[in-house]
């Protein structure tokens, strides 16, 4: 082959990446920037051609009761499961990961399961378990249903963390005599914080964005997903709901962007070097 | 020797269980009454008579029921063909892309991953509702379209498809779909491809002969997390799926929270279970099997 012709083909083969990559992510982040684009047309109507740019929409959905309901009920949902699902999941990891015994097997299976199971089967078994035993459905069994959901998916973050760092290092520290405390502040916590930061955020933006399992266990409060549901379950498309999604997509992208940063820099800085960034493991194991 | 040896094990063992007992107490606790029972219900609820004016006793006919009507069949069906259509399309997106990442694009590989990882924090129901405006009859695609003399009138199928559905569904799950086939190629060792190129091996070849059967386990985990959900939404076909795009996610839906024949649909989700376990399983083969392949 001369190396003209393989030049070209080197050339050839780079644009046909770059011409993917602009299609995949115009197929991932194309509809949510004309969601965005479309929630400052001054038009009652989503369609072309754009008229004006209004901030309309955002005022009307700030005075939406309903929507500050529903965001509001979303925030406190995810602030309350998000520590709870920490705990517990934090617990369940080392107890899986630190100890030998015959049922760890099953152990583990059983706190997976819920990462496996679909959530509408969650959901509808849930609800009929509630309602055989006669509890009201409410933000409280939502809430619960959401730790059940989320906190396997701690376990799994804190767990794939743990068993990747190297036990010897806590050794080393018991046999220079560090007390359990000691032990744990300065040495178990530093190397599982980047794994705790990043199951935060998870179990924060799956609390708030769950749909599914909060649609089937709630009571008569809306929170944010079942708001935008049922608004356009019946309905055509609406541009309140276009500014209520843009306020709430940047400032969930944004979090999640920053979290995202300081995870990273606080790792490179400790001079752990992990194969896969600890953002994507959710993505593993879900 | 051995008795004692494995006395002291099992004592080991036994203490271990003590230990671990603190800390899963409260998960597994938490897990067994709120996981397990629910589940235990469902499965109890679906074989129990139930209709409005009495519930209880055993029969088997909430699950004749599902069986033997054409219209669930039909709607297993569509929700079959909708979950393989995306998979697939998710595949072709994702192998080259994991493949990209891992291999090829460097200094981006970074940053286009934590655009997979953000796209996918994003609230389902926003992603939904934004490509239902884009898809609508009434919608940017066909409004655009029509502007532009493209079309004389909107495209109806865009928008209450089996397409629409797929193609929310494919663009709902592309990160997932990648990240464990990223994982598994990370792990091959660069060489190995060098190697392949020394030898004067095609592209082909490199394919067919190391990143496939290397990325079969990615692949095979992508299928399980990916697959099985598919089979249970409902969100997406409700929202965009109109009458033809209805899948089993909806039916059970319908029959929990509209009809109130609890009895069926939890005879169904139990179906939806067993489809999923059976997809798993599948998986799970394949996986396995193209890994001999490569080791031999």
């Known amino acids: 082959m001369s190396p003209d012709r393989s030049r070209f083909r080197a050339a050839a083969a780079a644009s046909g990446r770059w011409l993917f990559l602009v299609v995949l992510l115009a197929f991932l982040y194309g509809p949510l920037a004309t969601l965005i684009l479309f929630s400052f047309n001054d038009s009652i109507v989503i369609a072309l051609p754009f008229r004006e740019f209004t901030l309309r929409w955002y005022g009307e959905a700030m005075k939406n009761p309903l929507v500050v309901e529903s965001l509001k009920n979303s925030i406190g949902l995810a602030a309350i499961v998000t520590p709870i699902s920490l705990v517990l999941g934090t617990l369940a990891a080392f107890g899986i990961t630190r100890f030998r015994y015959r049922a760890r097997g099953a152990v583990a299976g059983l706190v997976g399961a819920p990462l496996v199971v679909p959530w509408l089967l969650i959901g509808v078994g849930a609800l009929l378990f509630f309602s055989r035993f006669h509890f009201h459905l409410s933000l409280r069994t939502v809430a619960v249903m959401h730790v059940v959901t989320v906190f396997p998916l701690v376990a799994a973050i804190v767990s794939a963390r743990l068993v990747r760092f190297d036990r010897s290092i806590e050794e080393a520290a018991l046999d220079l005599g560090a007390a359990p405390r000691e032990l744990l502040r300065y040495i178990i916590l530093p190397l599982i914080a980047p794994a705790l930061a990043a199951s935060a955020i998870f179990a924060f933006s799956w609390s708030f964005n769950n749909f599914v399992v909060t649609f089937f266990t709630g009571g008569f409060e809306v929170t944010f997903p079942v708001w935008v549901f049922s608004t356009l379950r019946h309905a055509k498309n609406l541009p309140v709901v276009n500014a209520v999604s843009t306020l709430v997509a940047v400032v969930q992208l944004g979090a999640v962007y920053l979290a995202w940063r300081l995870a990273r820099s606080r790792t490179l800085g400790r001079g752990v070097s992990s194969d896969i960034p600890e953002g994507a493991v959710p993505g593993l194991i879900h | ?296």
């Open chain 2, 1 to 296: 020797m051995m008795r004692r040896k494995r006395a002291e094990e099992r004592e080991g063992i036994g203490r271990g269980a003590r230990r671990a007992l603190l800390y899963l107490a409260s998960p597994v606790g938490v897990l067994l009454v709120l996981f397990v029972g629910p589940m235990a219900v469902l499965l109890i609820v679906s074989f129990e008579y139930s209709s409005f004016t009495r519930t209880g006793g055993f029969t088997l006919s909430n699950y004749s029921t599902v069986l033997t009507d054409a219209s669930y069949l039909r709607v297993a069906w569509t929700t079959i063909f909708v979950a393989t259509m995306s998979m697939g399309v998710m595949l072709l997106a994702a192998i080259p892309l994991a493949y990209f990442l891992v291999f090829r694009l460097g200094k981006l590989e970074l940053p286009i991953l934590l655009l997979l990882v953000l796209s996918d924090e994003l609230n389902p129901l926003i992603r939904i509702y934004a490509w239902r405006m884009l898809l609508g009859r009434e919608g940017l695609i066909n409004s655009f379209l029509t502007s532009l003399g493209v079309i004389e009138h909107p495209i109806d199928a865009l928008l209450f498809s089996k397409i629409a559905v797929i193609i929310v569904l494919s663009a709902s799950f592309i990160p997932y779909a990648t990240i464990p086939i990223y994982a598994s190629l990370k792990a091959i060792d660069p060489s190995l491809l060098e190697a392949a190129d020394d030898l004067g091996s095609r592209w082909l070849a490199k394919f067919r002969k190391i990143l496939l059967p290397l990325a079969a386990p990615g692949i095979f985990v992508t299928v399980i997390l990916v697959y099985i959900p598919l089979f249970s939404e409902f969100a997406a076909p409700a929202l965009v799926g109109g009458t033809s795009g209805y899948m089993l996610g909806n039916a059970v839906q319908e029959q929990v929270l509209e009809l109130g024949d609890w009895g069926v649909g939890s005879a169904m989700s139990f179906l939806l279970l067993v489809l999923s376990g059976v997809v798993a399983l599948i998986g799970y083969k394949l996986g396995r099997i193209r890994r001999l392949e490569a080791i031999t």
